[in-house]
């Protein structure tokens, strides 16, 4: 049994190497396939590692359809591995072919997201969430809608309130922007995340009384504290006054001691401290006065010198005890009000999933880790262990502290029973530190990062050290020689400007090429920044314009050609610009669905239909509607858009509504779907294959699905998601992909052009970080955020801020490193030129300085080929529209006329005409028995249209006979949302008979029972309802009111009181 980690450098084979341990394993086995579970970080690694797999598989089943320099490497690697012959080899691979093709669903290859959830799936009782939940990615939506429920407290819970108002108040003293609800937003953001996870689950649990009690000691000390100072700096400044001495006629004038003083007279206690001025003075390097100063002066100054080197000697007191306590109260006050409703905040997310089905993907771990945490044995992989007994986990660089303490246990598990487990990553790939990637647990393997003296990690740990076997993987195939030898001297080189605490993450960085031929170039352009912002920006862009059109005539096609960026704002500038100069292009925000004109004429066609009065709406409809006129060629109907500019609302609103054809355009009763489909058809947008509307309508079917809104709540939801979602292009499309570095992990490029390379640290990655306060006797406060700014190194948290900022460092460089290792042939970086003293930590100084390096640095050239360009054989190109393979039609009709839908209600004889009034009473029965509430009504006659279960031409007939129901005055409150709720209530007699109750309204003094019949009035009604009346009282001891409602196929209701 082994724990095998392989360090795995860019382009070294790591995928390959994970396919040779899978089918080690598996061919020694193959029943075994079952019991292997990989994970990796994405959902494209884990289908290509899938892929690898099966394909090797295939390659040894079918020699003669092989590749047979491919097959034959491939076994030679594997006998190797497995000491068997190919005979045996080839006919194990058949069976484990044979046996995860007809049994996929055992071929466990996923991402580290998707193992969770499928985990918390299986566990959803022990883990007490919904059994039925819906997976919410976007943390924005779901911070939104607690900031939103947490205002909606106000003035009805009084802590709320308070602390609320409380907040307003301090960020009005700050003088900053007193958004309550942003900053909630923000800070309910954060506990998302599972650092806030990690540092609470030892907590205690804090009462409200807790809360106020820490955070009124820590607005107290922190004013309690500037108040001494200021009163020791206003006793310094009345002295002087006493000897009509004015403050910058002491040392320094005005940027001396007399300006120090004023400064903390006016509680600018950090900005004195963190100066030089002041400690010159603690220390005596420095006198109040100067030596030369007029006899006036000194004589005037010696009278009140000793009072003033007597408060002098207090502020020293208090730098030297009480500073540091002081800075890490404040940093505590930034976010001491959202903290205070921290426990709020936590229970509107239970609230949430309870009530809505959702729980947001970061649960997942946290959920797993609790229980974890509290079972005394992990039960929760107890099944799981018997399934799986060997783990591959590739990207371990990327993984979060709290996923892989969650693996841990499986681990263990697996090494005691002798088993095989793997562990591949590399630490200068580790760009996603803001995920909560941890890199360093990787770095330090076998140990486990923060262990935190628990007994059961460092149980494990101890295993782990028994069977830990390393391997570097230092071969790169991906890139030319060329390449690899550049990049083997720059990173040797520039590693020596990482901080020395993380040098040591390069130190095997250098590797070997398996391409021979001496080919592969790296080329520098330092770029004039002369000018403002603007002509800057259009130098990269010719620039890049320029590269492209020549990598053409070299025999390049687009496809082979990626534009990496840091920022998806910098690549959206590119993709612009190359696709205004007739370059395919495929980009974010190219394929965004709101970047198509189409997709917004439709969104605002239907915002109109229910708002036309907004005018910001109607502008975009009239500049959409003249956009979708131009790529038409319809100059007559452009004229006629500029037209509708210029006329009175009123009549605009009716000329765009006759334009966009929104007088024939019925919505009322109809799904959302039906809204977009009817709309695409009416604009004429279903005559040219459009993938952008293709792709919305896919958007619009997962909202139905998932949400069920109305119009009305798609638009809002449009408004939130409408930057996120994106159209999918096919692999093989012919265009320049521009794309950020973070979205080129992993992949690879022929030709790789690097702009805009001058990227710094200047703020550290991490914004905030988690403390324990357990020594700093807060009341009962345990953990606290503060902001990682220069304040914290004057605060017992200095080393964190420290080991931040080389963190940080170390991002930079590790960004550079993976944008850098994704070219096969060509690299070409475009870079600001630095100054020639310029000393920062940024990368054009690294450039720079590896160019003075190798003396070869010339203040005026400014560009540098490193290698030689590969011979590129010139093809016909193939250079066609990314569009080339749409779908050549769209096809687009009524389906109401040409389905007739059958349905459940076909059970009730809805189609029997010779009993209409009972088949008008069932179907409205129907509908009652799902609305519990008056609002629910208008999302469950849209569920009706949409099942077919209702006619389009019954809609409002139905709609304005259940409107009489519900808001009749004597069974109104019945539907009120503050009673609780049960309907088709079946209900067993002590004499064995079961009653069947339509409604019941539980209120706290009372219980309203509703009954519903259809055609005459009978005596025996009323005596059914006393019945039930009776028998509900007897149960609930409390007083019930009955009520007899009486409908047919006409609109009129009858309501009878039954007493």
């Given at each position: 049994m082994t724990l095998k980690v392989y360090r795995s450098s860019a382009g070294s084979g790591k995928t390959y190497t994970l396919v040779l341990e899978y089918l080690g394993l598996v061919l020694r086995k193959p029943g075994l396939y079952r019991n292997i579970l990989a994970v990796t970080f994405t959902n494209k690694a884990a289908n290509e590692l899938k892929e690898r797999v099966l394909h090797s598989l295939w390659l040894l089943v079918n020699p003669a359809e092989s590749n047979v320099v491919a097959r034959n490497i491939l076994i030679k690697n594997l006998q190797a591995n497995l000491m068997q012959d190919e005979k045996t080899i080839t006919s194990n691979a058949s069976r484990v072919f044979s046996n995860i093709l007809h049994h996929y669903s055992d071929f466990s290859i996923s991402t580290i997201d998707s193992f969770a959830h499928r985990l918390v799936r299986t566990f959803t009782r022990d883990l007490n969430l919904p059994s039925q939940f819906e997976v919410e990615l976007e943390s924005e939506q779901l911070a939104q809608l607690m900031a939103d429920i947490l205002m909606s407290k106000i003035g009805q819970d009084e802590f709320v309130t308070e602390t609320i108002i409380g907040f307003v108040m301090h960020l009005m003293n700050e003088e900053s922007d007193f958004q309550v609800e942003k900053e909630l937003k923000t800070f309910s953001k954060k506990l998302l995340k599972e650092e806030a996870y990690l540092y609470a689950r030892n907590a205690s649990i804090l009462t409200e009384e807790d809360i106020n009690h820490a955070k009124e000691l820590i607005l107290n000390t922190v004013n309690e504290m500037e108040f001494r100072v200021k009163l020791i700096a206003d006793k310094m400044l009345g002295l002087l006054d006493s000897q009509q001495i004015d403050r910058f006629e002491l040392a320094g004038g005005s940027r001396g001691i007399g300006s120090v003083i004023e400064s903390l007279s006016n509680r600018e206690i950090e900005k004195v401290f963190l100066a030089k001025t002041i400690h010159s003075h603690f220390s005596g390097e420095k006198e109040f006065i100067k030596k030369t100063s007029v006899s006036d002066l000194s004589n005037s100054f010696r009278i009140i010198e000793p009072q003033?080197?007597?408060?002098?000697?207090?502020?020293?007191?208090?730098?030297?005890?009480?500073?540091?306590?002081?800075?890490?109260y404040k940093l505590l006050r930034k976010n001491i009000y959202a903290f205070a409703l921290q426990s709020q905040m936590l229970q509107i997310i239970r609230d949430i999933g309870t009530e809505k089905q959702i729980i947001h993907i970061s649960e997942f771990n946290k959920s797993i880790a609790r229980l974890l945490q509290n079972a005394a044995v992990p039960f929760i992989y107890e099944r799981l262990g018997e399934r799986y007994s060997h783990f591959l986990l590739d990207e371990f660089q990327d993984t979060s502290v709290l996923q892989w303490q969650n693996f841990l246990p499986l681990i263990e598990n697996s090494l005691a029973n002798a088993n095989q487990n793997l562990i591949v990553g590399d630490g200068k790939q580790s760009i996603y530190r803001f995920r909560s990637g941890e890199v360093e647990q990787f770095l330090i393997l076998p140990k486990v990062f923060r262990s935190d003296n628990q007994e059961s990690l460092i149980r494990i740990e101890q295993l782990m050290k028994q069977h830990y076997a390393f391997s570097n993987l230092d071969t790169n195939y991906r890139s030319a020689a060329g390449i690899v030898s550049f990049n083997n001297d720059f990173f040797d080189f520039v590693k020596d400007k990482l901080p020395e605490s993380m040098q040591f993450v390069y130190s095997d960085q250098r590797q070997k090429s398996a391409k021979t031929m001496d080919e592969g170039s790296t080329t520098f352009h330092f770029m004039d920044e002369a000018g403002n912002a603007k002509s800057k920006m259009q130098s990269y862009l010719d620039h890049i314009l320029e590269l492209v059109n020549q990598l053409v005539d070299d025999g390049y096609n687009w496809r082979d050609i990626a534009v990496l960026s840091r920022a998806n704002t910098t690549g959206n500038q590119i993709a612009r610009f190359l696709a205004n100069h007739s370059i395919g292009v495929v980009s974010a925000d190219s394929l965004l669905l709101n970047a198509s004109s189409s997709v917004r004429l439709i969104i605002n066609v239907m915002r109109f239909y229910l708002q036309p009065e907004d005018r910001i709406n109607r502008t975009e409809l009239m500049n959409n509607l003249y956009d979708f006129s131009i790529d038409k060629s319809s100059n007559?109907?452009?004229?006629?858009?500029?037209?509708?500019?210029q006329l009175q609302e009123e009549e605009q609103i009716t000329a765009l509504q006759k334009i966009a054809n929104l007088n024939e355009m019925g919505i009322k009763g109809i799904t959302v779907y039906d809204v977009v489909e009817q709309t695409v058809r009416l604009l004429n947008l279903e005559s040219t294959p459009d993938p952008y509307i293709q792709f919305l309508m896919d958007e619009v079917h997962r909202f139905q699905v998932n949400e069920r809104g109305s119009l009305e709540d798609f638009l809002s939801y449009w408004d939130e998601v409408k930057g996120k979602r994106s159209v999918i292009v096919p692999e093989e499309t012919n265009a320049v992909k521009v794309m950020t570095i973070h979205k080129a992990k992993g992949l690879e490029f022929p030709v790789v052009i690097l702009p805009f390379v001058s990227s710094s640290p200047g703020k550290n990655s991490l914004t905030e970080a988690w403390v324990d306060l357990r020594e700093e006797g807060i009341g009962k406060l345990e953990t606290g955020l503060i902001p990682l700014n220069k304040s914290v190194e004057n605060t017992r948290f200095a080393d964190l801020y420290v080991n931040e900022s080389d963190k940080s460092k170390l991002d930079v460089m590790n960004v550079l490193y993976v944008a850098m290792t994704r070219p096969s042939e060509r690299m070409y970086i475009l870079s600001p030129k630095p100054k020639s003293t310029e000393v920062s930590f940024t990368y054009p100084v690294f450039f720079r300085d590896f160019l003075a390096h190798k003396d070869i640095w010339n203040e005026e050239q400014l560009k540098y080929t490193f290698g030689k360009h590969p011979i590129k054989l010139k093809l016909k190109n193939d250079i066609h529209a990314i569009d080339d393979n749409k779908t050549k039609v769209f096809i687009s009709s009524y389906w109401q006329t040409k389905l007739m839908v059958t349905s459940e209600l076909q059970t009730l004889n809805i189609l029997n005409k010779t009993n209409e009034a009972l088949v008008w009473g069932n179907l409205i029965h129907?509908?009652?028995?799902?609305?519990?509430?008056?609002?629910?009504?208008?999302?469950?006659?849209?569920?009706?249209?949409?099942?077919?279960?209702?006619?389009?031409?019954?809609?409002?007939?139905?709609?304005?006979?259940?409107?009489?129901?519900?808001?009749?005055?004597?069974?109104?409150?019945?539907?009120?949302?503050?009673?609780?709720?049960?309907?088709?209530?079946?209900?067993?007699?002590?004499?064995?008979?079961?009653?069947r109750i339509d409604r019941l309204s539980y209120f706290e003094n009372r219980i309203l029972l509703i009954d519903y019949k259809t055609?005459?009035?009978?005596?025996?009604?009323?005596?059914?309802?006393?019945?039930?009346?009776?028998?509900?009282?007897?149960?609930?001891?409390?007083?019930?009111?009955?009520?007899?409602?009486?409908?047919?196929?006409?609109?009129?209701?009858?309501?009878?009181?039954?007493?």
């Open positions: 003033m080197k007597s408060c002098l000697k207090l502020l020293e007191a208090f730098y030297l005890n009480e500073f540091k306590r002081f800075n890490l007559d109907f452009g004229k006629l858009v500029i037209q509708l500019s129907l509908i009652l028995s799902e609305i519990h509430y008056s609002s629910d009504m208008e999302h469950i006659l849209s569920k009706y249209i949409e099942n077919g279960l209702l006619k389009l031409t019954e809609f409002d007939k139905v709609k304005s006979q259940i409107q009489r129901i519900l808001f009749h005055p004597l069974l109104s409150f019945g539907f009120d949302e503050t009673a609780n709720i049960k309907t088709e209530v079946e209900l067993l007699s002590k004499d064995g008979k079961v009653y055609g005459a009035k009978l005596e025996k009604h009323g005596n059914q309802i006393k019945g039930y009346m009776n028998y509900v009282f007897e149960l609930e001891s409390k007083p019930v009111e009955g009520y007899l409602v009486y409908f047919g196929a006409d609109e009129e209701i009858e309501v009878e009181k039954v007493s």
